[in-house]
């Protein structure tokens, strides 16, 4: 029974066609991120995006009335579904269905020009459960975005030096950078490579013109995003916002090596040991583009001081490539035990998956829907007690102001952890300097009427003390609970 389950998911690799291949992976990526589709939130940066989506949906540009800590073209995505399908959590959860079968897609095909189809097409596979399981990848992340367009623009660095080949592939990379500004590393180091590697293949004119090809591209989209507040007459709020506003927020993050060397030590000893048994060649164009890319990701990532797990869906792509390479190369002909294994890794990986169809199975027949979490179940119950219009502040599960109609009470509330991000401030004209202005501001000035806290949890990030003693006492004093639902405590101005 195993061995013929085994015959009928080894995919004949030499008559898989690219259509099927796509066709594959989204099935796959559907299959695992399918559950998840009915949660109210999965990532606190997923709702902010939507939030600042629905506002440029209703006529305000990213940044103006709304504002969070990432390119514009991360907004533009999510309002374009938006205009689209309306507010749709499902349609929302599709675009990350497609993000993550596009970039396995690239990976297939750029593993497929190193290595041949077998090697590309479990490199997509094992894209497609990481870049979908573990943590908060299930939700739509700026990282999947980002990916959609920077694997085509290698894949496309990777072909004959072709005039449009290369401006392509520049307008991916500006693509991706307007999505995730980290990606510059990346894409700084890959156009250099580049440049050289033209000049010595093809003399110095051929490496002017492709090098200023691709920077056209590349241009060609960060000008794109910029007109638009240019018109308005806000391009410093552009400037500040894309560009100043990432590189304060990196500088007063803490860096400590140690954070970064287990990595380090993995990836140098994975990249070490391939070359040295000739697993991984120089020689190939392909393999030297993915390693420098990665080095650049890695560099940013430091450049941060953390990495978050969803930070590695921008590494996952490229290491898994290579990594694939390395086994087509060092096992060439898996025995029957490596593909039994294989198989049950296949139907394992995806527990949190199983576990979430079983939770909205039974949510839907405890309920009566199948859309889950605090940040539905909230504006549900204020709308029951008639209290939705009321103003509301959303200390967790802000995905209620897309719920209920409303804006959260200043731009700095947006995220609720840039309430306290102050070096953040002055790049979208806060006219307050220190986190406890804002949040007295908030309190005392703007007087919400409802606030929404998790129940038993520090308001903000533990190591916040001020601002968190501060906020607990102002909430003691004049606020009382009205209700509780699931894991949040709903507050009412006394």
């Known amino acids: 029974m195993l061995k013929k389950a085994l015959e ?3 995919p004949d690799y030499q008559r898989l066609s690219k259509g099927s291949v796509f066709i594959i992976f989204s099935l796959m990526s559907f299959f695992i991120r399918l559950p ?7 990532d606190r940066d997923e709702s902010t995006f939507i939030l600042v989506a629905q506002s440029w949906v209703e006529g305000h540009l990213p ?64 894209t497609i459960y990481l870049l979908s399981l573990f943590g908060s990848l299930q939700g739509v992340m700026s990282e999947h975005l980002s990916m959609l367009f920077f694997m085509p623009g290698i894949f496309l660095l990777m072909q004959r030096n072709r005039p449009w080949t290369v401006l392509l592939s520049g307008i991916c990379f500006g693509i991706a950078l307007m999505t995730k500004l980290n990606l510059a590393y990346a894409v700084i180091l890959l156009g250099l490579f ?81 070359f040295k048994n000739g697993w991984l060649k120089a020689k190939e164009q392909g ?42 190369r060092a096992v060439p002909s898996p025995g029957n035990w490596s593909r039994k ?33 605090e940040g539905i179940s909230v504006p549900n119950w204020l709308e029951q007690k008639g209290l939705v219009d009321r103003s509301t502040l959303f200390l967790e599960y802000h995905i209620g102001y897309w719920q209920a109609g409303q804006l ?61 003693e501060y906020m607990q006492n102002f909430l003691d004093v004049n606020y009382r609970v009205i209700g509780s639902v699931e894991g949040a405590d709903i507050l009412q101005r006394r």
């Open 8 to 10: 009928r998911l080894q």
């Open 36 to 42: 998840f589709f009915f949660r109210d939130y999965i």
């Open 63 to 126: 940044y103006t009335e709304l504002w969070d800590l990432k390119p514009p073209l991360v907004y533009f995505f999510f309002a374009s579904v938006i205009w689209v399908f309306g507010k749709s959590f499902i349609a929302i959860r599709l675009l990350g269905v497609l993000a993550v079968a596009g970039t396995a897609f690239f990976s297939y095909h750029i593993g497929r020009q190193i290595s041949g189809t077998k090697t590309g097409f479990w490199a997509g596979v094992g």
């Open 194 to 274: 580049f440049t050289y590697d033209s000049w010595r293949s093809a003399g110095w004119k051929r490496a002017i013109g492709s090098g200023m090809l691709l920077g056209a591209g590349i241009i060609i989209i960060i000008s794109a995003t910029y007109l638009p507040y240019w018109q308005d007459g806000q391009g410093a709020l552009w400037w500040d916002s894309v560009f100043k506003a990432p590189l304060a927020y990196s500088e007063n993050k803490k860096r400590s090596l140690l954070t970064f060397l287990p990595i380090l030590v993995v990836l140098g000893t994975f990249l070490y040991t391939s």
């Open 287 to 328: 393999t030297l583009l993915l390693v420098i890319a990665l080095i650049g990701i890695l560099f940013s990532f430091m450049k941060v001081g953390r990495i978050n797990g969803h930070y590695l869906i921008q590494f996952h792509p490229l290491f898994l490539i290579l990594l694939s390479v390395v086994i087509s």
């Open 341 to 373: 294994l294989m198989l049950l890794l296949l139907l394992l990986l995806p527990v949190e998956s199983y576990l979430e169809y079983t939770a909205i199975i039974k949510h839907k027949v405890e309920k009566g829907s199948y859309f889950n979490g």
């Open 408 to 468: 959260p009470p200043t731009k700095s509330a947006t995220h609720p952890s840039n309430l306290c991000r102050a070096e953040l401030f002055p790049y979208y004209n806060n006219p307050r300097d220190t986190a406890m202005e804002e949040l007295r501001f908030v309190m005392d000035s703007l007087r919400p009427q409802i606030v929404v806290v998790r129940r038993g949890k520090p308001i903000f990030d533990k190591e916040l003390l001020e601002e968190n």
